[in-house]
Structure formats: structure tokens, C-alpha cells
């Protein structure tokens, strides 16, 4: 397949090799369910109540923080009954990708055509200073972690708004 982020999805590549064309409502349920692990994995809700999926490796360091004397869970798995029988990582988080925002021609139109690199980047970096500020006032995006994100050295520009859970289970 294909790397893609969602807001530049290949839809037609979708359609055409897998005879599917998502919906807007589709995106959003899979966005939704996207996360970041901490700061070095990514994962996916699979369930209303927050139990999530990922990769043995991403959470490999955790699992020994919540496992007891004598337990091997990679030996041995680990299965709570209950919501109340998980256990909690602590200092754990995950981040869920709640909004995004394609912010390419304002940042573009306020460096307009500057061609000193530092000048450049100086222009660049108070356009988006000044969109992450104008965002967290925005009620969409109120309470959300708002994070630049470069694509393409510098040839599109979004901004992620991302809710923080601690102390993930």
C-alpha cells in the first residue's frame, strides 16, 4: 500500500486498488480511533471503553511496570474480567488525534516571497505561532494539545489538535 496521513488520504488510490472510497464518516471514526503512545509508538481504540491496540515493542517497557512477582505476560498473556482488574501504567498517556487543520496558505502567504533562509524560517515559525494561538481560542479545539506538523520539506503545513489521557490502563 501507501503511507498517507488523513488529511491527504489517496482516495482514488483506494478506490481503484481496493474498490473502496471512504467516506467523510469513515475518516473520522478511523482518525478517531488513532492514537500516539507516549512519545515513541502509535495505537488505536478497539473498544468504547478505551481498551486499545499496539505493537508488543511499543509496549514492551510498560507491561513489566504493572506486572506482579512470579507474572510473565509474555509467557503467559494477562486477561482482566473486569474494567476495575486493569491496571494502570502510570506516567503512561496516549494522545487521540481529534482535530487536524491544513493551514499550508496562511503560513505560505505570510512568508510570502522571502528568500534569506533565516528570514524564511523566522516568517514561518511567528505564522505559526500566531495560528496555534488563534486555534486554542477556536471552541472546536479548546482543551486540545495543538501541535505543528511539516509535510513535504516544508510544502504543506498542518496543525493536530490532540486530547492527552494519563495514566492510560
Known sequence: GKMWTFEY???????????FRPTEQWITKARMASLRFATFCSASFVSPDGLMLTNHHCSRGEV??????????DKNGFYAAKLSDERRVEGLFVKQLVQIKDVTKEVMDAVGNVQDAAAFAAARDTAINRLIASY?????WKGLEIEPVTYYN?????LYGYKKY???R
Open 9 to 19: 488520504m489517496p482516495l482514488d488510490y483506494f478506490e481503484k486498488t481496493y474498490n
Open 64 to 73: 513489566g511496570k504493572v506486572m506482579k512477582k512470579g507474572e510473565d505476560f
Open 136 to 140: 486554542q481560542n477556536n471552541a472546536a
Open 154 to 158: 516544508g510544502g504543506r503545513f498542518s
Open 166 to 168: 494519563d495514566d492510560v
